[in-house]
């Protein structure tokens, strides 16, 4: 079988391809395919959520959204390094619901595994929208990773953190 893990660069996304690795028999998977892609009109830079840059260099040197979706890319394949079959990046322009199902069609991807909630302002609550899309559209089966629920520890620090700050 042929999949296709996708990145938006957030840390959601590594979250989603370690949680495919933890369950899936690399003696089934013939080749693993990492897209990212990139936006180069958009308003909202691709995340560098995964560089290997530090936080202080981070803010001095600017990266271009290829260059943060290829950061995202070398991170995501690091974690598959050794695992079993062979691990291809591809860094794709446009639609990023669009670019996922057209690589999936292009590809004759077997399954697709895409982040849910990684940059979107209800992360608990609601499926992302990219994910959504890819979920009703794409040639295969899509195997969605939603964030794990804050408990309700981490909930009530949260809120206290919010009310304080406001105040």
Not at 56 to 82: M, P, W
Request: glycine share 4%.
């Amino acid at each position: 079988m042929h999949v296709l893990i996708a990145t938006d660069g957030s840390k959601q996304s590594l979250v989603a391809a370690r949680y495919f690795k933890s369950f899936a028999d690399p003696q089934q998977v013939e080749r693993v395919t990492l897209v990212a892609v990139v936006r180069p009109l958009a308003a909202v830079a691709f995340a560098d959520d995964l560089s290997a840059l530090d936080k202080q260099e981070a803010k001095t040197h600017a990266t271009s959204f290829r260059e943060a979706a290829q950061n995202a890319l070398d991170v995501i394949a690091k974690e598959f390094a050794g695992w079993g079959p062979k691990v291809t990046k591809k860094i794709r322009s446009g639609s990023p619901a669009n670019e996922i199902i057209k690589a999936a069609r292009d590809l004759d991807a077997g399954l697709v595994v895409v982040a849910s909630g990684s940059r979107g302002l209800s992360e608990a609550v609601l499926v992302g929208s990219t994910a959504q899309r890819v979920q009703h559209y794409a040639p295969c089966p899509v195997l969605v990773v939603r964030p794990a629920p804050k408990s309700r520890k981490a909930r009530s620090a949260a809120t206290a953190k919010k009310t304080t700050a406001a105040t």
